[in-house]
Structures are given as structure tokens and as C-alpha cells.
């Protein structure tokens, strides 16, 4: 049975990641990342960026990446599960 990649939600690379700082505004974060999966409907002090990868030989990696905010401004972020950058496992 021949199976496929399937990838869902955002691909954040550590680049991005390196680039955020605080006190850089949420138009600058939606700049280096995208669009968030998903926003808090309760409260505009975090987005949400979930990602869900399962290859060919069903190896499965996952991570969510939650970013903070103080009004406009960026705080700071906190990353949860198995990240890898999607770039450098596209090289190997």
C-alpha cells in the first residue's frame, strides 16, 4: 500500500522563529509567520499556530506554537511537542 505525506496547519521554520522579538507589533508577527490557525475568542493575547506532519513511512511529528501578545505588542512565544524544521528534514 503506498501512502502519502500529510501535512496540515502552518510550517514554521527556526528562521522565523529567530526573528521574533519582543516588542514587535502583531502586523509584524502575521508578517513572519502567517496567519494563525487558530485565535482566542475569549481574549486577543495569544495565537495559536498548530502543525501536524505524517510521512511516507507514517513517522508522525507535531508541534504547537503559542505566541503572546500586551495589546499590539509581541511578548513572547512557547513551543510544545516535536518540532523539526520542515527545510532542513526536506535536505537530509
Same mark, same amino acid.
Given at each position: 500500500?503506498? =501512502?502519502? &505525506?500529510?501535512?496540515?496547519? !502552518? #510550517?514554521?521554520?527556526?528562521?522565523?522563529l529567530? $526573528?521574533? $522579538?519582543? %516588542?514587535?507589533? /502583531?502586523?509584524?508577527?502575521? *508578517?513572519?509567520? %502567517?496567519?494563525?490557525?487558530?485565535g @482566542?475568542h *475569549?481574549? @486577543? =493575547?495569544?495565537w495559536l499556530?498548530? *502543525?501536524?506532519?505524517?510521512? =511516507? +513511512?507514517?513517522n /508522525?511529528?507535531?508541534?504547537?506554537?503559542t505566541? !503572546?501578545?500586551?495589546g499590539? +505588542?509581541y #511578548?513572547?512565544?512557547?513551543? &510544545?511537542? &516535536?518540532?523539526?524544521? #520542515?527545510?532542513?528534514?526536506? +535536505?537530509?
Amino acid at each position: 500500500m503506498k =501512502r502519502i &505525506e500529510v501535512q496540515q496547519g !502552518n #510550517v514554521i521554520e527556526q528562521k522565523q522563529l529567530d $526573528k521574533l $522579538k519582543p %516588542g514587535i507589533s /502583531r502586523e509584524q508577527v502575521r *508578517f513572519l509567520l %502567517g496567519n494563525p490557525l487558530v485565535g @482566542d475568542h *475569549f481574549s @486577543d =493575547r495569544q495565537w495559536l499556530y498548530y *502543525f501536524y506532519l505524517r510521512d =511516507r +513511512t507514517d513517522n /508522525r511529528n507535531a508541534y504547537r506554537l503559542t505566541v !503572546n501578545f500586551a495589546g499590539d +505588542t509581541y #511578548v513572547n512565544h512557547s513551543l &510544545e511537542g &516535536e518540532y523539526f524544521d #520542515v527545510e532542513q528534514k526536506k +535536505t537530509n
